[in-house]
């Protein structure tokens, strides 16, 4: 439900409905209504037609109550990173543009995707599991990058590497 539920949708949806009443209403001589429903309905879905074209869905994250609860006491920056990616996002080709762009870790042709999110805990060490898909971007480049995305987000994290069985995608585990 929560895809559907985009403002791009909605502000095309309103639109839409507005600018129907309004031709409804010029065509049965209710100008009174046909003017103002038309006049507003017609500009308000062209811009929810604009936002749709540069919409990006939200991640997927998993279990919500226990990032809620912050029972694993994540860093702030953290938390701020799974709230923006966990969010519809406009006028960007992918989650993390920013960041990734400034990693080198950018495509602009083909970027990589986060797919997903989970908070996990893996061998005592609670941790920030993000699933990537590749794209254009090699798995090697990442690998040479994982110093400085240990220091990126928050100072002091480790981070490991976890290659999917398709190999077009892999999980980037952030432990704090």
Do not use: C
Not at 48 to 73: C, H, M, Q, R, Y
Request: aromatic share 14%; glycine share 6%.
């Amino acid at each position: 439900m929560k895809k559907y539920l985009s403002p791009g949708n909605l502000i095309v949806t309103a639109g839409g409905i507005l600018a129907f009443v309004g031709m409804t209403a010029y065509f049965t001589d209710s100008v009174n209504l046909s003017v103002p429903t038309f006049f507003y309905g017609v500009p308000i879905f062209l811009i929810g037609l604009g936002l749709k074209t540069s919409e990006i869905p939200p991640v997927e994250l998993f279990d919500k109550t226990n990032f809620a609860t912050n029972k694993f006491n994540r860093p702030k920056e953290l938390t701020a990173l799974v709230k923006d990616v966990t969010r519809w996002r406009y006028g960007i080709k992918a989650h993390l543009e920013s960041s990734l762009e400034s990693l080198n870790l950018w495509d602009e042709d083909n970027p990589p995707q986060l797919k997903e999110i989970e908070e996990i805990t893996k061998e005592e060490k609670n941790g920030l599991r993000m699933r990537f898909e590749l794209n254009a971007v090699p798995l090697e480049k990442w690998i040479e990058k994982q110093e400085r995305l240990n220091r990126f987000f928050v100072k002091g994290l480790e981070s490991e590497f976890i290659i999917v069985d398709n190999k077009k995608e892999f999980d980037f585990i952030l432990f704090y």
